[in-house]
């Protein structure tokens, strides 16, 4: 009878050690939920930047990237509705714990048959109601990378949005002038990130204004020099912007914890016209709106 015993014992203890390390790597993975936002154009007449996201990736150690296999795609956005603080879901991710720092966005590439390429897929929408394609070299191919360091926790979540920032993403080749998609993805960990916002008074007449972000001390005013090279764009390196509306607000979410310079711009029928002025120091915290009202005549 003992020996019975001792048999079933052995039989049984490798498969409640085999489960229970089973359990423990499935509770040890951690959860990403990742959304898509925008920073808007700074130009008139453009009123929707429309793409598709055919896949998501993320990067691991020796330059490999996997897929989200969970990505239930393709997904169609219209950048220009997800901003100022808007976002959009692009969906909830089982990740191993640990710190990532690219993911990378397959986008839809044009097609090709008789006549001139088009892209169904990426386009932008004019005021007038027209529509022209945007084109996405080695977007399905490659990609775009989206840069910003975040940490999954073990058996927790970690929420992230990934800024597209289409005012340096949407570029208009001088030559062929068909519009180029060229993204510069950040990525902000939501619960780290704040906003500055605030109203903006005495602008010139006839002018609109728009506000860009820069880390403190890192403008050059070269910044504002019209760009030598073919799909430049002016003020290269701000972090984010946003144009002020008709009631002459505006805001800037997403934002990194720290110190923030605001150079603010007057525009003149989608043209640049001249920086105003700069608002120098403004201190952004986790999770908190800071509050920058803004009087030119006192830039």
């Known amino acids: 009878m003992k020996k019975l015993i001792f048999l079933t014992a052995a039989i049984i203890l490798p498969f409640l050690f085999a489960s229970c390390s089973e359990d423990d790597n499935e509770t040890r993975n951690g959860t990403l939920k990742l959304s898509l936002t925008d920073a808007p154009l700074d130009s008139e007449g453009i009123t929707g930047v429309h793409i598709t996201v055919s896949e998501v990736q993320y990067h691991i150690q020796d330059n490999?990237?996997?897929?989200?296999?969970?990505?239930?795609g393709p997904q169609s956005y219209?950048?220009?509705?997800?901003?100022?603080?808007?976002s959009n879901m692009l969906g909830q991710f089982e990740l191993s714990p640990g710190t990532y720092t690219q993911l990378r966005f397959m986008l839809d590439a044009p097609e090709r048959g008789q006549g001139s390429p088009s892209n169904p897929g990426c386009y932008l929408e004019f005021e007038d109601g027209s529509e022209q394609s945007l084109f996405v070299p080695s977007g399905?191919?490659?990609?775009?990378?989206?840069?910003?360091?975040?940490?999954?926790?073990?058996?927790?979540?970690?929420?992230v949005t990934a800024d597209f920032d289409?005012?340096?993403s949407v570029v208009k080749a001088g030559a062929s002038g068909k519009y180029i998609l060229?993204?510069?993805?950040?990525l902000v960990v939501d619960n780290q990130a704040g906003s500055i916002y605030g109203t903006v008074t005495?602008?010139?007449?006839?002018?609109?204004?728009?506000?860009?972000?820069y880390e403190t001390g890192s403008y050059n005013e070269e910044e504002a020099a019209d760009p030598v090279e073919e799909e430049a764009i002016r003020f290269p390196n701000?972090?984010?912007?946003?144009?002020?509306?008709?009631?002459y607000?505006?805001?800037?979410?997403?934002?990194?914890?720290?110190s923030y310079d605001l150079i603010v711009v007057g525009t003149v029928e989608g043209e640049f016209a001249s920086v105003l002025g700069t608002v120098e120091a403004v201190e952004v915290t986790s999770e908190n709106e800071t509050i920058a009202d803004i009087n030119i005549d006192e830039l």
């Not at 219209?78 to 808007?86: K, S």
């Not at 060229?182 to 950040?186: A, F, G, L, N, Y």
């Not at 005495?202 to 972000?213: E, F, G, H, L």
């Open 64 to 72: 490999e990237w996997k897929t989200f296999e969970d990505f239930d």
């Open 78 to 86: 219209n950048l220009l509705d997800l901003t100022r603080g808007e």
């Open 140 to 159: 399905s191919q490659s990609g775009y990378k989206a840069t910003g360091q975040f940490t999954v926790p073990v058996n927790g979540t970690v929420s």
């Open 166 to 168: 289409a005012r340096k």
């Open 182 to 186: 060229k993204p510069t993805i950040r």
């Open 202 to 213: 005495n602008a010139p007449a006839d002018t609109s204004v728009v506000v860009y972000t």
């Open 238 to 247: 701000a972090i984010s912007s946003d144009m002020v509306d008709e009631e």
């Open 249 to 258: 607000d505006y805001k800037l979410a997403y934002l990194a914890p720290g």
